[in-house]
């Protein structure tokens, strides 16, 4: 075998493995729902705090296509329009009054 041969073979391989692994890796957000009630009945502005952390309300709601997300869990949660991270599902007011 020649060493271009070798080598076209290990890029082979190698592209496999990537493919193969690139699956596990496609998860970027978390989607939390267990807060339901507001603190106001108010719409966020953009990159306001919508949700601060360790508490059980939210400040105010996103508007539409945005989403209430933080870096994790325990963090201040902002209205972004980036779908990614720990994201704060957020009910409609008239769901959230039930």
Known sequence: MSTLQ???????V?????????GY???RSVTDDSVT???T???C???EVCKEEFQRHFKCKCPEHFFCRAPGRYYNAYCSMTGTGYIWDQPSFQ???V
Not at 6 to 12: A, E, H, P, Q, R
Not at 14 to 22: A, D, K, Q, W
């Open 45 to 47: 502005v953009w990159n």
């Open 95 to 97: 769901a959230a009054d």
């Open 25 to 27: 890796l496609a998860k």
């Open 6 to 12: 070798i080598k076209y073979g290990l890029l082979l």
């Open 37 to 39: 009630r507001y603190l």
């Open 41 to 43: 009945e108010r719409i």
């Open 14 to 22: 190698l592209i496999g493995f990537v493919r193969v692994t690139s």
